[in-house]
């Protein structure tokens, strides 16, 4: 560091780390002051709150929680828009909303909504979740319409919206810069029965970012780039490439990308970063949970930015007491408030839908055992980490420094000008043995020498072992509360099987839907002769009822709740009758053949001693394949018969015949 710029601040995602003001962070720490991150895992900022009127947050959403309320998507008057790094599930602001006529005469019908998913462009919109259910379901099918725009700087104005809204959407609402989301409904009560769902999507975060190493700009997920990217952003720093140290940058980017073996056998980077942060959390807050990514720090010395991510320091000096200028101070052991022996943590996990998930707790007996027995645990958070086994790893790294129990305040003479915060050295002094450690404070002295502490840090710090040091994720016991806009289809339906060729009416019942909002049951018929479906009077308390019917004819069964929300519905179709059907002669019997219907479990045969329906009777055994012998008729006996296909619901086909044969 030049001796002629003394002003240092630091950023740290470790334990007690110091140093004091100036540069850029001046309007933060002041000249001369100390400014201390005391940990990773807790807000030494309050997350910052918009000034201007807005609506209070709802419970769950407070910005600076992990993951707290990203996939979500809201309304509201004033608020801030929100960046992605590397690749995330994520709501945002509704900055649209509209309702048309749709197709079939409804006027609200069609419901549009913009989603706002980032305040810059990014690589790509993945997948569209509708509530918790991915917009591709088949369920959707011809229901959703989803336009994906990018946030280029040039982008044009949503094309459908200029065409569908009446002059609401125009094509001076282009979204230049912003990454969104065009969303269109067709709103039924089967597919929505809540309503309008909460839109979210998997993004591909920011692709502006610059990687000094190869000199290429686009998408990335390393934590060392993507904070140099948000340190030289207009809604960042705003600092330029020439205030960032590139050499620590390029360093600080390899570390990162270190592979790293895990208990599944497998490798991964060291650090990456998968998330999203509020543009109202504040500069401070935003940096710290991207140097808490990569366990590392962000120093500012001489006005320029040392990206640093955590990793086994090289000592950059040995400091003897040819260095002091006057009498060293050497803490043996913390004080007991700041001492912990467990961690437990929080990261966000893809495979629970992007929700906040607990970590396997980490808890060390040999430190355990040191406290007296005490079980201490410290709590943290990291809403840009994705992987439980990254997260293990800082887990790890917190709970081993804080072990490092000696701290140095060492009153150094000039030479210590060549130090920076997060520099790793080597403390050799007289009655004391070497032992490595890191420079956490820096400061100026009034007498011409400069202040430093240094905290015990030692390789092993940072050692990794996953068969050992890695635990199984496990599962997270979940607790599933009811929802009243949304219920369950009966299970199953069925119908009274007929038993003979005509009926006056078929009975139909369904499974009981065990909901505390079930209002009751919808029920409707179509005969075959008619095209639409006919409702069967209300709301039915019973799960079964009789109908008028002399055809083959179909049901469905829904449930409805209280709130109005209803259910898919279950259906007991018309089969199709048995097609080409013929009788041959056989020895003893007539043979019956066929096309078999294919969603058909049983035949029903009717036979007759003449070519007269009424007079049919059905015959017991119920064939499940054709052809079929009909046996023990005597020679020269003539029979007439009937087919009827039934389904596994006991619904029954039309008849198919007659068709006639004589026993040989």
Known sequence: MPAAVPLIAVVAGGVASAAVGGGILGAIVGAGAAFVVSSIGVAAFPAKRPTAPSTPLRPGDDPSAPGAGR????????????????????????????????DTGRADGWFYAVVVLAAHRV???GEVWLGDTLAADPKFAGLVRIDRHLGDPEQAADANLIAETGGQWTADHRGR????????????????????????????????????????TGWSDNPALCLAWYLTAPFGWK????????????????????????????????????????????????????????????????????????????????????????????????PRRDLFNGVRAVYVDPAKNWQPTDAPPLLAANYVAEDGGEQIYRDLEFPLTTSVATVQRLMKAELERIRRQREVAFPANLSALRLRPWDGVTVALDRVGPFPARVTGWRLSPDGGVDLTLSEEDPAVWDWNPAVDERAAGDSPAVVLPNPGVIAAPASIAVDTPVGTAFA???????????????????????????????????????????????????????????????????????????????????GGVRLSGSFPEDAVRLQVFEASSNSLAAAVKLATEPTALPWDRTGLGAGETRWYWLRAVSAEGNVSALAGPVTATAL
């Not at 509201?76 to 509209?98: A, S």
């Not at 065009?182 to 993004?203: M, W, Y």
Request: net charge positive; charged share 15%.
């Open 71 to 102: 996939t979500q998507s809201f309304r509201q008057p004033i608020t801030e828009h929100q960046i992605v790094f590397g690749r995330c599930k994520v709501g945002g602001p509704i900055v649209f909303i509209h309702s048309a006529t749709d």
């Open 123 to 125: 690589r790509a919109i």
């Open 177 to 216: 810069g912003r990454a969104y989301v065009a969303v269109r409904l067709k709103i039924t009560a089967e597919a929505f029965p809540a309503g309008p769902p909460n839109i979210a999507a998997l993004v591909e975060g920011a692709d502006t970012i610059l990687d000094p190493r190869t000199g290429a």
């Open 239 to 334: 600092a330029s490439w020439d205030d960032i140290d590139i050499p620590a940058l390029i360093a600080a980017a390899n570390i990162c990308d270190e592979l790293i073996g895990t208990r599944a056998g497998v490798t991964e980077r060291r650090y990456t970063v998968n998330g999203r942060v509020s543009l109202g959390e504040g500069k401070i807050a935003i940096t710290r949970k991207l140097v808490a990514a990569m366990a590392g720090a962000l120093v500012v010395s001489g006005g320029r930015f040392f990206i640093h991510a955590g990793a086994p320091a090289l000592p950059a000096a040995t400091l003897t007491s040819d260095d002091l200028r006057g009498d060293v101070t050497i803490q043996g052991s913390r």
């Open 505 to 587: 009416a078929l009975g139909v019942s369904w499974a009981a839907v065990g909901s505390a909002h079930l209002a009751g049951y919808e029920l409707e018929f179509r005969p075959a002769s008619v095209a639409t479906w006919q409702g069967y009077g209300g709301a039915l308390g019973a799960t079964a009822a009789s109908i008028p019917t002399t055809e083959p004819t179909a049901f469905r069964a829904r449930a409805m709740a209280r709130s109005g929300a209803v259910s898919g519905w279950r259906e007991a179709a018309i089969l199709a009758a048995v097609t080409t059907p013929a009788a041959l002669g056989i020895t």
